[in-house]
T-cell receptor, first 116, second 111 residues
């Protein structure tokens, strides 16, 4: 158990579906992140939240809609995705944005998304 | 944050030490060297970090050169479970730095 829990672990969805990915941490961290990892590519940072407020959106298409209702939970709402959006979606958290010296980020195990 | 250069892949026999190099020639004085690894289809896992002194924990040792322009992660007795992609990342922890991953080194531990 890494301290960051992501559900579901696997998700298959059609291009017209709407689904949500969930991330939960009980580490007392204030910053949370969504990353995307496509096949044979490095991890790409998608969104950054700090104290529930979005501080960064790295030009992510609007078909990905994040939500952070509190510092412990982060969602990624998905709608009208494309097959090229199939990837491993990873959530991470950190104490704060300044990464006070320590382990940096704690990652979840990810959601493997397949868009058909 | 300073960029890093790592070899794309390495092999290591089980039970032997795995030495993974990283070049970070543009590192500045307040930047730390962090190492993470990612086992296939899982989230990255923190291994170790350091500023200028060598560091050791239960997972690995980190050797940083005196000029801080390069470092080596050492897994003293590699096992098959250590097969993963290893990422060397330089971070300024005092500012709003974000963890940015490159392509890392794919370590294959073999029997």
């Amino acid at each position: 158990e890494t301290g960051v829990t992501q559900t579901p672990r696997h998700l298959v969805m059609g291009m017209t579906n709407k689904k949500s990915l969930k991330c939960e941490q009980h580490l007392g961290h204030n910053a949370m992140y969504w990353y995307k990892q496509s096949a044979k590519k490095p991890l790409e940072l998608m969104f950054v939240y700090n104290f529930k407020e979005q501080t960064e959106n790295n030009s992510v298409p609007s078909r990905f809609s994040p939500e952070c209702p509190n510092s412990s939970h982060l969602f990624l709402h998905l709608h009208t995705l494309q097959p090229e959006d199939s990837a491993l979606y990873l959530c991470a958290s950190s104490q704060d944005l300044r990464l006070t010296v320590g382990t940096g980020y704690t990652f979840g195990s990810g959601t493997r998304l397949t868009v058909v | 944050d300073a960029k890093t250069t790592q070899p794309p892949s390495m092999d290591c026999a089980e039970g032997r030490a795995a030495n993974l190099p990283c070049n970070h020639s543009t590192i500045s004085g307040n930047e730390y060297v962090y190492w993470y690894r990612q086992i296939h289809s899982q989230g990255p896992q923190y291994i170790i970090h350091g500023l200028k002194n060598n560091e050791t924990n239960e997972m690995a040792s980190l050797i940083i050169t005196e000029d801080r322009k390069s470092s080596t992660l050492i897994l003293p007795h590699a096992t098959l479970r250590d097969t993963a992609v290893y990422y060397c990342i330089v971070l300024n922890t005092g500012t709003a730095s974000k963890l940015t991953f490159g392509t890392g080194t794919r370590l294959q531990v073999t029997l």
